[in-house]
């Protein structure tokens, strides 16, 4: 359990036990929070292959996903470790799904083998990683949990989108340095495993995940000077951050990346069974 004395949990990771409400205030109030659920609400139907089918929400936090999955008639089991996010989510899923379709479980990742071993055909794991101490360990246990066939929606914070706003902002020495991670103190909230692409990609082979799309969640709109003033600029900006979001070079620099994998599947064709 996190606490104020000790932010990390003994995994390394940072949880949100009294974060709550900053953490809802700040990832999700506003237009970039609108923007980012915006985008998946349209990414998420054409980078998947949905089928009602059960789907394990690793990380859950305030249930936005659990919701959105459930909405659209997936049984879902959301995992979070902060029992103040998981009683969040409750209360938010309560009044849209009644809990009908939804399971909650109060662990954190690493338990999943034991608590939500699956195999599961669907997993969703949307900014969590760059939150733990150990992303490529992380990383491998969900592998673990999928099914043959089965994909993970994985969404990670872009770390070379953090070292560019860094730079606009004017933190050139931070930047140069690339002191770019965040402690886990106090009450900030700069992820402490901020990810790159290259990783993502030498982790995904190794572990034998075929990466099936990738896409920029706001590739703009966090490098603009001033946010939109307007209905019509906000729909502007969002025609733009669709339009380009998959388009080379402009995913790269998306605050988040947002990926599709999948686990082979790896039983053989007739063709290759042996006579």
């Not at 989510?89 to 799904?97: F, N, P, Q």
């Not at 043959?148 to 050139?172: C, E, I, T, W, Y």
């Not at 709109?221 to 733009?240: K, T």
Request: net charge negative; glycine share 10%.
């Amino acid at each position: 359990m996190t606490t104020a004395a000790s932010p990390l949990s003994a995994h390394g990771d940072r949880h949100f036990d009294g974060l709550a409400d900053k953490f809802a205030a700040s990832l999700y109030g506003g237009a970039r929070g609108e923007l980012r659920l915006a985008l998946l609400d349209r990414l998420l139907p054409e980078v998947l292959d949905l089928a009602g089918q059960p789907v394990l929400d690793v990380g859950g936090g305030l249930g936005q996903l659990a919701a959105w999955f459930a909405g659209r008639g997936h049984p879902v089991t959301l995992a979070e470790p902060s029992l103040e996010m998981l009683a969040h989510a409750r209360e938010a899923l309560l009044a849209t799904s009644g809990e009908r379709e939804v399971t909650f479980l109060p662990v954190p990742l690493q338990a999943l083998p034991e608590k939500a071993p699956g195999p599961w055909s669907l997993i969703a794991c949307h900014a969590v990683l760059e939150w733990l101490g150990d992303p490529r360990g992380a990383l491998a246990t969900l592998a673990g949990l999928l099914a043959p066939g089965g994909q993970l929606s994985l969404m990670v914070f872009n770390r070379d989108a953090l070292r560019f706003s860094n730079v606009v902002k004017g933190n050139l020495e931070k930047a140069l340095a690339d002191r770019l991670e965040g402690k886990g103190r106090r009450r900030r909230l700069t992820p402490i495993s901020p990810l790159t692409h290259a990783q993502l990609m030498a982790w995904s082979e190794e572990l034998g995940l075929e990466v099936r799309s990738v896409a920029g969640v706001r590739v703009f709109h966090d490098y603009l000077r001033q946010p939109p003033q307007s209905d019509a600029d906000r729909e502007r900006l969002f025609e733009l951050e669709w339009r380009y979001c998959r388009a080379e070079p402009h995913w790269r620099l998306g605050r988040y990346l947002l990926y599709t994998l999948v686990r082979p599947d790896a039983s053989p064709s007739p063709a290759e069974e042996p006579l």
